[in-house]
Structures are given as structure tokens and as C-alpha cells.
């Protein structure tokens, strides 16, 4: 192998190892709950909706209440009755780190 060949050889492996190495998502669950009484009008009700994430890098983690928080955020936006909520945790991966992620979602039916 000559020398212009090393040189072009060394920028296409790097380049295809980090576009192996690139970032993914994936959702892992969705639950729902709620459903199961009649939905209010829509003067009654409002859509509320709370995110909260968790950083790891090297598999150690720096927030370990993420989805507490995103329930917390939740409750706070309604005074009445939560209903027709849906939880959706999804990760997004990265190179030797990745974040995980909480979704809630709900229908605030005031009193």
C-alpha cells in the first residue's frame, strides 16, 4: 500500500467508525391510564403535558428522581383531577453516553 493510500484509507475509517458510533433513539414504553370514565366538555378541560430527563455518561447517572420530577410538573399545571394520562420513556443514545427521557401527558379537568 503506498503513502496516498494510507492517507485516504485513515480519514474513511474514521468517518465510518463514528458514523457506527452515531446517536439512536428509542422508545421503550408507553402507559396510559385514565380512560376509563366519560371525558369532560372542552370548557372543562385543558391538555397539560411535562418533560424531565436523566443524563448518563459511563453508566453513571446524575438525577435518579427524573420521572418524579416530570409527575411533579404534571400535578403542579392542574388543580383539579388529572385524567387520560399517557407516560412515554424513550432514550437517546450517544457516543459512551446516552439520556433518558420521561413524557407525561394529561387531560386537567377543573372542578
Known amino acids: 500500500m503506498d503513502i496516498s493510500m494510507k492517507k485516504l484509507l485513515l480519514p474513511l475509517l474514521a468517518l465510518s467508525a463514528l458514523t457506527l458510533m452515531g446517536c439512536t433513539h428509542s422508545i421503550h414504553m408507553v402507559h396510559t391510564d385514565g380512560f376509563d370514565g366519560q371525558m369532560p366538555t372542552a370548557s372543562k378541560a ?30 403542579k399545571q392542574c388543580d383539579g383531577d388529572i385524567r387520560a394520562v399517557s407516560t412515554q420513556y424513550s432514550t437517546s443514545h450517544g457516543f ?11 387531560v386537567c379537568v377543573s372542578s
Do not use: C, P
Not at 96 to 106: A, D, Q, R
Open 46 to 75: 385543558k391538555y397539560i403535558e411535562a418533560r424531565s430527563e436523566q443524563n448518563v455518561v459511563l453508566w453513571f447517572a446524575d438525577d435518579t428522581d427524573y420521572v418524579e420530577e416530570a409527575k411533579d410538573k404534571l400535578v
Open 96 to 106: 459512551l453516553h446516552w439520556t433518558n427521557k420521561i413524557l407525561m401527558k394529561g
